[in-house]
C-alpha cells in the first residue's frame, strides 16, 4: 500500500507531513512511501533526504493514503482517487464545503483535531503538538517587539526589572508560552476559566491570576460564559491587564468565537510600547483590537495577530507533527501494512470526518 506526502499549497505553509526520519518506521511495516517533489523544501528537506530515507519522489496525491498538513483545496480534492484514506488538519468545523467535496469524491477523510483527547491518542495528538509550537512563538515574538528587555538585567549602566506577562488561557499553547517567559527571565502569570489550571501554571515557574471566575467545559474544555459573567471577566482584567508589558491570548471554546478578553480600554490601560499577541486570531480573536493576520499599533501598543505560527518554525513543528501521522497511520494499519480500520475504536470513530471503510473480501 503507498503513502503519499504531498507539497503544500497554502501560502505560508512551510510544513510538511512527514519528515525523512519518519519514513523508516512506515517502510518497515511494508508501506510504499511517495513523496511530492519540492513537499519538505521549505522545511530544509530536500527530496533527497526522502529518497535516502526509503521514499520515491512521484504523485503523491495518487497514493492510497494520502498525507497532509493544510486542507486540500478544491483542485486537490479533484486529484484524490475514490476510496482514498487521507490524514490531515481538515478543519471540520470551519471547512464546511471542503468537507462536503471530500465526502462527494469518496474520500475515507480522518481529521488529526478530531482526535479524541484521550491518553492512548497523546502520541497522535497533533493540536497538542502544534500548539506547543505556537506559544514558545507567541513568547518569541512578543520579546522581539517589546522595547524592553525580558529578563532583569544588572549592568553598570543600570538596572532594569524584568517584563511583566501574562498569558490568558493556559492550554497546551498557553502553558508553553509561559514556560518560555520564564525560561527568557520575564515575570509570566497565568490565567484560565478552569481551576485546575493553577497547578499546571505553578509548575512552569509562572504565578497564578484568580479572577475567581469558573467555567469547566465538557471534555475537560472550558465552556462558554454567560453574559454576566463575561462582562464580569472583562471588568476585572481590565483592572489586572493595566500592570503588564505583554499579553498573550490563547483563550478558545471549541466550535464556538474566541471570547474577548482584551477590550480596547485595557489596551489603552497598558504601558506604552506594550505589547499584545493574539493566538485566537483565527477565531476571531480575544483582543477587541485585532485584525487577524495583521499587526497594527493602537495607543501605542503592538497588538499582533499570526494566524499560522507553527508554519514559522517548520523543521520542529514537521517533525513533531510527523510523528503524530504516524502513530495515527499505524492504529488504521496492520504489521503488514494493510488498511485494518476498526470502525468501533474511539479514536478512529471520533476523527472520521467523511467516507466509509469497507475491508475487502
Ligand atoms: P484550547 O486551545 O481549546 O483553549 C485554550 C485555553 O483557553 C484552555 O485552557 C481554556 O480553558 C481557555 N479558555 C477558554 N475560554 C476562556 C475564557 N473565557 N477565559 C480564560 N480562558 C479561557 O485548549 P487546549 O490547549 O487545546 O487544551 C484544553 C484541554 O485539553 C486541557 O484540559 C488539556 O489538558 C486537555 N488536553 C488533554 C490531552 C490528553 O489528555 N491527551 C491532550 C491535550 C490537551
Redesign the pocket.
Given at each position: 500500500m503507498s503513502v503519499g506526502v504531498v507539497r503544500e499549497s497554502v501560502p505560508g505553509e512551510r510544513r510538511v507531513a512527514l519528515v525523512p526520519g519518519s519514513i523508516p518506521r512506515l517502510t518497515r511495516r511494508g508501506l510504499r512511501v511517495v513523496v511530492e517533489s519540492g513537499a519538505g523544501e521549505d522545511a530544509h528537506l530536500p527530496d533527497e533526504l526522502y529518497e535516502r530515507a526509503g521514499a520515491h519522489i512521484g504523485d503523491a496525491w495518487s497514493a492510497d493514503v494520502v498525507l497532509t498538513v493544510a486542507p486540500p483545496t478544491e483542485a486537490e480534492t479533484a486529484r484524490l482517487r475514490h476510496g482514498t484514506v487521507l490524514l490531515g488538519f481538515l478543519a471540520p468545523l470551519s471547512n464546511v464545503d471542503g468537507v462536503k467535496a471530500l465526502e462527494a469524491a469518496g474520500v475515507l477523510a480522518f481529521a488529526v483535531e478530531s482526535v479524541?483527547?484521550?491518553?492512548r491518542?497523546?502520541a497522535m495528538?497533533a493540536?497538542?503538538s502544534q500548539?506547543s509550537v505556537a506559544g514558545y512563538r507567541a513568547t518569541l515574538l512578543a520579546a522581539q517587539r517589546l522595547t524592553r528587555f525580558f529578563p532583569m538585567l544588572t549592568t553598570a549602566a543600570g538596572t532594569v526589572p524584568p517584563a511583566k506577562v501574562l498569558v490568558?488561557?493556559?492550554?497546551?499553547?498557553?502553558?508553553q508560552a509561559l514556560a518560555t517567559a520564564k525560561r527568557l527571565g520575564a515575570q509570566p502569570t497565568g490565567?484560565?476559566?478552569?481551576p485546575?489550571?493553577a497547578e499546571?501554571v505553578r509548575s512552569v515557574g509562572a504565578q497564578w491570576l484568580d479572577l475567581g471566575?469558573e467555567?469547566?467545559?465538557e471534555?475537560?474544555?472550558?465552556?462558554?460564559?454567560g453574559a454576566e459573567e463575561?462582562a464580569e471577566?472583562k471588568r476585572r482584567l481590565t483592572e489586572s491587564i493595566t500592570g503588564f508589558d505583554v499579553v498573550i491570548t490563547?483563550?478558545?471554546?471549541?466550535g464556538r468565537t474566541?471570547?474577548v478578553?482584551v477590550t480596547a480600554e485595557a489596551v489603552r490601560g497598558m504601558p506604552t510600547g506594550a505589547v499584545v499577541v493574539d493566538l485566537a486570531g483565527e477565531s476571531g480573536g480575544?483582543c477587541e483590537l485585532t485584525e487577524p493576520g495583521r499587526e497594527v499599533v493602537v495607543h501605542e501598543v503592538t497588538i499582533c495577530s499570526p494566524l499560522n505560527l507553527p508554519a514559522d518554525m517548520p523543521a520542529h513543528a514537521s517533525e513533531l507533527y510527523a510523528r503524530n501521522l504516524t502513530e495515527l497511520l499505524e492504529l488504521l494499519t496492520d504489521d503488514e501494512g494493510r488498511l485494518a480500520i476498526d470502525a468501533n475504536d474511539e479514536i478512529v470513530a471520533g476523527a472520521r470526518v467523511t467516507g466509509q471503510y469497507r475491508e475487502e473480501a
Amino acid at each position: 500500500m503507498s503513502v503519499g506526502v504531498v507539497r503544500e499549497s497554502v501560502p505560508g505553509e512551510r510544513r510538511v507531513a512527514l519528515v525523512p526520519g519518519s519514513i523508516p518506521r512506515l517502510t518497515r511495516r511494508g508501506l510504499r512511501v511517495v513523496v511530492e517533489s519540492g513537499a519538505g523544501e521549505d522545511a530544509h528537506l530536500p527530496d533527497e533526504l526522502y529518497e535516502r530515507a526509503g521514499a520515491h519522489i512521484g504523485d503523491a496525491w495518487s497514493a492510497d493514503v494520502v498525507l497532509t498538513v493544510a486542507p486540500p483545496t478544491e483542485a486537490e480534492t479533484a486529484r484524490l482517487r475514490h476510496g482514498t484514506v487521507l490524514l490531515g488538519f481538515l478543519a471540520p468545523l470551519s471547512n464546511v464545503d471542503g468537507v462536503k467535496a471530500l465526502e462527494a469524491a469518496g474520500v475515507l477523510a480522518f481529521a488529526v483535531e478530531s482526535v479524541p483527547r484521550i491518553s492512548r491518542a497523546q502520541a497522535m495528538d497533533a493540536l497538542s503538538s502544534q500548539s506547543s509550537v505556537a506559544g514558545y512563538r507567541a513568547t518569541l515574538l512578543a520579546a522581539q517587539r517589546l522595547t524592553r528587555f525580558f529578563p532583569m538585567l544588572t549592568t553598570a549602566a543600570g538596572t532594569v526589572p524584568p517584563a511583566k506577562v501574562l498569558v490568558l488561557g493556559a492550554g497546551v499553547a498557553g502553558l508553553q508560552a509561559l514556560a518560555t517567559a520564564k525560561r527568557l527571565g520575564a515575570q509570566p502569570t497565568g490565567y484560565d476559566v478552569r481551576p485546575e489550571v493553577a497547578e499546571q501554571v505553578r509548575s512552569v515557574g509562572a504565578q497564578w491570576l484568580d479572577l475567581g471566575i469558573e467555567a469547566v467545559g465538557e471534555g475537560g474544555y472550558a465552556r462558554e460564559l454567560g453574559a454576566e459573567e463575561r462582562a464580569e471577566q472583562k471588568r476585572r482584567l481590565t483592572e489586572s491587564i493595566t500592570g503588564f508589558d505583554v499579553v498573550i491570548t490563547t483563550a478558545l471554546v471549541p466550535g464556538r468565537t474566541a471570547p474577548v478578553l482584551v477590550t480596547a480600554e485595557a489596551v489603552r490601560g497598558m504601558p506604552t510600547g506594550a505589547v499584545v499577541v493574539d493566538l485566537a486570531g483565527e477565531s476571531g480573536g480575544n483582543c477587541e483590537l485585532t485584525e487577524p493576520g495583521r499587526e497594527v499599533v493602537v495607543h501605542e501598543v503592538t497588538i499582533c495577530s499570526p494566524l499560522n505560527l507553527p508554519a514559522d518554525m517548520p523543521a520542529h513543528a514537521s517533525e513533531l507533527y510527523a510523528r503524530n501521522l504516524t502513530e495515527l497511520l499505524e492504529l488504521l494499519t496492520d504489521d503488514e501494512g494493510r488498511l485494518a480500520i476498526d470502525a468501533n475504536d474511539e479514536i478512529v470513530a471520533g476523527a472520521r470526518v467523511t467516507g466509509q471503510y469497507r475491508e475487502e473480501a
